[in-house]
């Protein structure tokens, strides 16, 4: 099993800049899908982002298209996500999450359900 622990939230000023970091532990890390996904207070998970196991194919949601990039470093076991031009309306609970292939059937990569494995979340708060 994987276990994923998030780092690099916090509080920055509209328009600043963050790094977060998704530290995964556990066997084939490899060969998972990751995704970045948050959750403002009262709204249900959002999608952010993902990056194929290789590193090769990235997905954005339109809203963080050009200003979040999605990377991972496999000797690091690490996936981040560097976040430019932060808005007020960035601020949620960021989660890294895995697909390890146990959800299976016609389920969106974009969508929550298809990842198995999450960590327990970073805040980030972007002030006006």
């Known amino acids: 099993q994987v276990q994923l622990v998030e780092s690099g939230g916090g509080l920055v000023q509209a328009g600043g800049s963050l790094r977060l970091s998704c530290a995964a532990s556990?066997?084939?890390?490899?060969?998972?899908?990751m995704a970045w996904f948050r959750q403002a207070p009262g709204k249900e998970r959002e999608f952010v982002a993902r990056?194929?196991?290789?590193?090769?194919?990235?997905d954005y949601a339109d809203s963080m298209q050009g200003r979040f990039t999605i990377s991972r470093d496999k000797a690091k076991n690490t996936v981040y996500l560097q976040m430019n031009r932060l808005k007020p309306e960035d601020t949620a609970v960021y989660y890294c999450?895995?697909?390890?292939?146990?959800?299976?059937?016609?389920?969106?990569?974009?969508?929550?359900?298809?990842?198995?494995?999450w960590g327990q979340g970073t805040q980030v708060t972007v002030s006006s």
């Open positions: 556990g066997r084939t890390f490899n060969n998972y899908v």
């Open positions: 990056i194929s196991w290789s590193g090769g194919s990235t």
């Open positions: 999450a895995a697909d390890g292939g146990v959800v299976t059937g016609p389920i969106t990569g974009r969508s929550p359900r298809k990842y198995d494995v």
